[in-house]
């Protein structure tokens, strides 16, 4: 079976939120069994379960909230904590936004590599999927079909030309997730900064934390990845898949999402208990993550 894991010690770092501007300190520390993911807001002594019910605004970052509080962009933290197995720990954040940092979920999975990962002595259950669950938004969309593994089929289409039509089609785990996924970084598009901070958003976004397209060119620098955009969807899918609160084994196809998208897929699946059923995997092997060492096929020059 799969036993639920927490962190070996506490991990703090701290930087900007890309939307607020804010500077934030966070503190991963090791939780109890059965505590799931829990953001505690340290300035206002409220804490937040990293839950689908307490997801409540998808503009450009996903955020939780409860009683007044918030948390926002957590999705690339989540992405991090689900896809290397850790399910349970508190994050202790003084501010109302998970800080950028590099604009990707690398850190994170740096942080928990220095953290340590401990097994704890108590079974996880996984969920399985008995039938299709789609949710759509006109020619958008995302389907969890049955399968035995977890993996994602995203495909991403801009009118940028150096964007344009990607698609990545990967089974995840945590150790081609800490090199194939958690570098790829955060993007937008110039021509939307002023639109996105007319509205209070994007205040500390800069070019060492998001890759800024403008129509042929990449403005930030090499892109770490040629296909580095859906990469980033696949990211965010992941952390936004796990305001499950359960591992999934489903084969997900995902087409012009986003976060409002992600999480309806989730709201979805827990809306149709007909659809799914928990069970008790085998035990996995330990963990044991080696963080970018880069594919080389997939490393490009920036257009």
Not at 13 to 30: D, Y
Not at 177 to 204: E, H, M, N, Q, W
Request: hydrophobic share 45%; proline share 6%.
């Amino acid at each position: 079976m799969a036993w639920q894991r927490t962190l070996a010690r506490a991990v703090e770092t701290e930087g900007v939120g890309i939307h607020s501007g804010a500077n934030v300190k966070i503190r991963l520390r090791p939780a109890p069994v059965g505590t799931g993911v829990v953001f505690v807001r340290t300035d206002l002594g409220v804490a937040i379960p990293a839950r689908a019910e307490h997801a409540r605004d998808f503009s450009f970052a996903t955020t939780i909230g409860v009683r007044g509080a918030e948390v926002g962009t957590i999705e690339h933290l989540m992405s991090a904590l689900y896809a290397l197995g850790i399910t349970n720990v508190f994050v202790d954040i003084s501010g109302p936004e998970v800080p950028v940092l590099d604009g990707s979920a690398l850190p994170f999975v740096q942080m928990i590599k220095r953290a340590g990962v401990m097994e704890q002595s108590s079974s996880f259950p996984e969920v399985r999927l008995l039938k299709t669950v789609r949710v759509e938004d006109g020619d958008r969309f995302v389907e969890l079909h049955p399968s035995e593994t977890f993996s994602v089929d995203y495909r991403v289409r801009y009118k940028a030309p150096v964007v344009g039509d990607q698609r990545l089609t990967f089974t995840v785990s945590p150790e081609r997730y800490a090199t194939a996924i958690a570098p790829a970084r955060t993007f937008g598009f110039l021509s939307d900064v002023k639109a996105l901070r007319d509205r209070g958003l994007g205040r500390g976004g800069s070019l060492s934390n998001c890759v800024i397209v403008d129509e042929h060119r990449v403005l930030s620098g090499r892109l770490r990845f040629r296909d580095e955009f859906v990469r980033h969807k696949v990211l965010d899918l992941i952390g936004d898949l796990a305001l499950l609160e359960y591992p999934l084994r489903a084969h997900v196809v995902a087409h012009k999402a986003g976060h409002a998208l992600h999480v309806a897929a989730v709201r979805e699946l827990l809306s149709q208990p007909e659809a799914w059923e928990l069970f008790e995997p085998e035990r996995v092997t330990p963990l044991s993550v080696h963080p970018f060492a880069m594919e080389p096929a997939a490393q490009a020059v920036a257009g």
